[in-house]
């Protein structure tokens, strides 16, 4: 069964960057579109950035130009660039893999990381 785990949140300024981790195991991660949500207590789950298995990107509106997302496959490991943070952008971020379907629906990601707190303040 394939376990995600997420790493490299943290405490940033505004303007600030980070690079979030997510890695695999229990499974190749050649297999699934990987996406990276947000989730603010008391809001609902953001669609934040997705890569396809054959490397195609899609990014919220809010993040475009700011964030990039990468894998390695050899690594097994998804990567989320995250670049000119703001406030708005503190949340806990998931990655999550899915077999398929359209990026930001979150119904068709079956595993799920714990989170990584990202807060961006100063």
């Known amino acids: 069964q394939l376990q995600l785990v997420e790493s490299g949140g943290g405490l940033v300024q505004p303007g600030g960057s980070l690079r979030l981790s997510c890695a695999a195991s229990g499974s190749t991660l050649d297999y699934y579109t990987i996406g990276w949500f947000r989730q603010v207590p008391g809001k609902e789950r953001e669609g934040v950035s997705c890569i396809s298995k054959s490397g195609g990107t899609n990014y919220a509106d809010s993040v475009k130009g700011r964030f990039t997302i990468s894998r390695d496959n050899a690594k097994n490991m998804v990567f989320l660039h995250m670049n000119s943070l703001q406030p708005e952008d503190t949340a806990v971020y998931s990655c999550?893999?899915?077999?398929?379907?359209?990026?930001?629906?979150?119904?068709?990601?079956?595993?799920w990381g714990q989170g990584t707190q990202v807060t961006v303040s100063s």
């Open positions: 999550a893999a899915a077999a398929g379907g359209v990026c930001f629906d979150f119904r068709r990601y079956t595993y």
